[in-house]
């Protein structure tokens, strides 16, 4: 009888351990599981637009970017001062303002003070119009 | 009862039960750790029919990984109403990637509205 009882008594608590033995043993392999995986970045990560570089080729140093900048604006002025060669000699008009630096507007002045000086000189020779740089306006007659 | 009916019965207990939900969870845990995140929903989910808690939080962790963040917040708030005291901090952490993610796409809509 008693040994009875004392099967009755031990056979759920055998149970119960092992139930809770299982649980452990459970839980501690889901949590090794998603703490595994739990730095592994999901999906496509999207950066913010300002940690992305604005502008310009990709890889490309900021020294270089600053040289080719120096390189192109080099070049627009001097073509706006080639432009302005030209206008001065008579051989068209060009097209030195150089858009967005204001480097040719320089050049630009220079070449329409050197066209109106010789369009001056010129009256000046023929004995007609001005002496101002601007043929179009009569010039005043010479003392 | 005789001695050996006792045994029997002693015997039987300590016999390997049939599928449980833990089980399942076990299944989840190991295709998890596989990186099997879909076998691991499923496996997740069958426990979670079964009757365990930790099912559900498990699920929607799952859901974290597969990229489904807006699936996995609501799946960790209906864990959390079933059963608020089977998770972890590991666990919130999830959840805590989950909502990150779901706000992700209203944030770069709303920056492109302001443009």
């Known amino acids: 009888m008693k040994r009875r009882a004392a099967l ?65 604006s080099k070049a627009q002025t001097e073509a706006a001062n080639q432009a302005a060669q030209d206008v001065a000699n008579g051989h068209g008009h060009g097209n030195g303002n ?16 050197a066209a109106g000086q010789k369009r001056g000189a010129e009256a000046k020779e023929t004995g007609g119009k001005g002496l101002s740089g601007h043929p179009d306006k009569p010039g005043k007659p010479p003392h | 009862m005789s001695v050996s009916a006792w045994i029997l019965t002693a015997l039987l207990g ?9 089980t399942h969870l076990l299944s989840g845990a190991e295709a998890f750790r596989a990186g099997n995140y879909t076998v691991a929903l499923v496996e997740f989910r069958v426990a979670e029919r079964m009757g365990s808690a930790e099912g559900s939080w498990y699920a929607a962790a799952s859901l974290v990984k597969l990229g489904r963040a807006e699936d996995a917040v609501e799946g960790f708030a209906l864990a959390e109403r079933a059963s608020a005291a089977a998770h972890d901090a590991l666990l919130d952490y999830y959840r805590a990637l989950a909502c990150y993610q779901a706000r992700e796409p209203e944030t770069s809509s709303h920056r492109s509205a302001q443009r």
């Open chain 1, 8 to 72: 009755l008594l031990v056979l759920p608590l055998a149970g119960a351990a092992r139930a809770e033995d299982l649980s452990s043993r459970t839980r501690l392999a889901l949590h090794q599981a998603l703490d595994l995986h739990a730095t592994e970045p999901v999906g496509s990560p999207s950066l913010p637009q300002t940690l992305t570089p604005q502008g310009g080729v990709p890889g490309m140093s900021a020294a270089t970017a600053a040289q080719a900048t120096q390189a192109a």
């Open chain 1, 98 to 113: 150089g858009n967005g630096n204001g480097n040719g507007n320089d050049a630009n002045d220079a070449s329409r003070d």
């Open chain 2, 14 to 22: 300590a016999a390997p039960l049939p599928p449980s939900a833990e």
